[in-house]
């Protein structure tokens, strides 16, 4: 170890006997500018797109999506390859990045997206790694091209010019509206929500005692039997339950809940008249008179509807149950925020009522990247807190005393 | 007395194949060595500031 310390000192620090100072330093400066040279060409090669697309997982699953978009071909011929958008322009950011590029070297080792399929049930996790860092930095990538100042708003269409001019005064990160704009978009229905996995932790840990009243956490499957074999139905996420026994894996639950007398009467809602989806039973068993306890008979003014009040108990697994189901509205509440306020201001959860918000909801959860389970408790979320159970001055405080008028 | 005998022994070690040496040290210091170290640097940067965007600052803003 000392004899190396010495080699090195005496290598830096004893002056060269026998070659001149001017060769010494002619010959380092070349191999200097040789050296940066040769690390500037290879930050070069690793930055083309025929690189990017030499590994076959890229050329397969990205570049085909690639081909049909506008960043691809197009009038003018000005196109964006890979490294433009995916990797930082400036040193400090794309060195970081490079470096970062060891896990991609990892996973091609390890055919982390080997196959056709381990792509496609991995990319929500890369498309949502990206958007992430789009939204960190503005999507400062896009606007090496696309910058807000230069655009000509008078020479878009005229929706096109009411969102750019918007976002252009909100200096909005392009890939909030924008995603999807180079590859297609990740298939949301099997996304993963994170924030679930605490209420799902929650639920796994959670006390659960008969005769109580509980919450679902997640849509579950509705059995006839303990063995949880004939299915039957499933519940809905938020859903209020009164856990009856629990035995081994399977609980036994009772559903006390309305449906309207029409047709198969399958579709079970939380409340008289509100259109709150909390069970869904198999044609057979909710005409079953065996099974489905009918307790009261109201018709709704509003429709001329016939509501009837319905209990019945089935089995579900056990594990998706909380005592209190503020947890569930805290998650949707932030979705709301963060989803809906994107283009614009989101509404007031209370400035609708319950039977307003699903068609609203199905006509702009489209424009969001909000996975179907997300996206069923925030319509839940809304619902539950409409005009019909808020006390703000747009509601009416509870669902009873709401008024119900039809416009003449 | 004693500095410069060692003077001269160093000098005397040096004679034999010294300006061999001398070339040797240079073109493998300034065209293998330094430049090793200078990627060696680059990459620890960039290790770096990676694993401080990933757990101290966020990713660039």
């Known amino acids: 170890m000392r004899?190396?310390?010495?080699?090195?000192?005496?290598?830096?620090?004893?002056?060269?006997?026998?070659?001149?100072?001017?060769?010494?330093?002619?010959?380092?400066?070349?191999?200097?500018?040789?050296?940066?040279?040769?690390?500037?060409?290879?930050?070069?090669?690793?930055?083309k797109e025929e690189f990017c697309i030499s590994c076959h997982t890229m050329h397969d699953n990205?570049?085909?999506?690639?081909?049909?978009?506008v960043h691809w071909n197009n009038r003018t011929g000005v196109?964006?390859?890979?490294?433009?958008c995916h990797v930082p322009h400036n040193f400090t950011d794309k060195v970081a990045r490079k470096m970062q590029a060891s896990r991609e070297v990892w996973g091609h080792l390890v055919g982390t997206i080997g196959t056709r399929e381990k792509f496609k049930e991995h990319r929500i996790v890369l498309a949502q790694r990206e958007w992430a860092r789009f939204s960190a930095n503005g999507s400062k990538e896009c606007r090496a091209c696309h910058d807000y100042k230069d655009m000509n708003f008078d020479k878009m269409r005229p929706t096109s010019q009411v969102a750019m001019r918007n976002a252009a005064s909100r200096n909005q990160s392009c890939v909030d509206c924008h995603k999807g704009v180079a590859h297609q978009l990740p298939e949301m229905k099997g996304a993963r929500n994170p924030a679930f996995d605490t209420l799902v932790s929650s639920a796994a840990g959670q006390g659960v005692s008969a005769?109580?009243?509980?919450?679902?956490?997640?849509?579950?499957?509705?059995?006839?039997?303990e063995g949880l074999t004939q299915r039957i139905g499933s519940v809905e996420v938020a859903t209020q339950v009164k856990v009856l026994e629990t035995?081994?894996?399977?609980?036994?639950?009772?559903?006390?809940?309305w449906r309207k007398n029409k047709g198969y009467g399958r579709v079970w809602y939380g409340s008289f008249g509100l259109n709150i989806t909390s069970a869904i039973l198999n044609k057979e068993v909710a005409q079953d008179t065996s099974f489905v306890n009918v307790l009261d008979s109201k018709e709704d003014t509003m429709t001329g509807l016939e509501w009837q009040q319905v209990k019945a108990t089935a089995w579900m697994r056990k594990g998706s149950l909380i005592d209190s189901v503020e947890p569930i509205w805290t998650i949707a509440r932030a979705s709301y925020s963060t989803s809906c306020s994107v283009c614009h201001r989101q509404p007031e959860e209370a400035h609708f009522d319950t039977n307003t918000w699903p068609g609203l909801f199905g006509g702009m959860v489209g424009f969001t990247s909000m996975d179907q389970d997300t996206a069923r408790v925030v319509l839940k979320y809304l619902q539950t807190h409409s005009s019909d159970f808020s006390t703000t001055q747009h509601g009416a405080g509870s669902p009873e005393s709401a008024l119900q008028t039809a416009r003449p | 007395?004693?500095?410069?005998?060692?003077?001269?022994?160093?000098?005397?070690?040096?004679?034999?194949?010294?300006?061999?040496?001398?070339?040797?040290?240079?073109?493998?210091l300034a065209f293998v060595g330094l430049p090793v170290a200078m990627?060696?640097?680059?990459?620890?940067?960039?290790?770096?500031?990676?694993?401080?965007?990933m757990a101290v600052f966020g990713p660039p803003s």
């Open chain 1, 62 to 69: 990205l570049l085909p999506e690639l081909q049909k978009t």
């Open chain 1, 79 to 84: 196109r964006a390859r890979c490294p433009d």
């Open chain 1, 247 to 257: 035995k081994g894996d399977a609980q036994r639950v009772e559903l006390a809940l």
């Open chain 1, 211 to 225: 005769g109580n009243d509980y919450y679902l956490v997640v849509p579950q499957d509705l059995y006839a039997d």
């Open chain 1, 3 to 47: 004899k190396l310390f010495r080699f090195i000192g005496d290598l830096f620090l004893r002056p060269s006997v026998r070659i001149g100072l001017g060769v010494l330093v002619t010959g380092g400066f070349i191999a200097g500018v040789i050296s940066w040279q040769g690390f500037n060409t290879a930050m070069e090669a690793t930055n």
């Open chain 2, 1 to 28: 007395m004693k500095t410069q005998q060692s003077a001269a022994s160093v000098m005397a070690a040096d004679t034999k194949g010294g300006s061999r040496n001398d070339w040797r040290a240079f073109l493998l």
């Open chain 2, 39 to 53: 990627v060696g640097a680059i990459v620890t940067y960039g290790f770096v500031v990676w694993f401080l965007q």
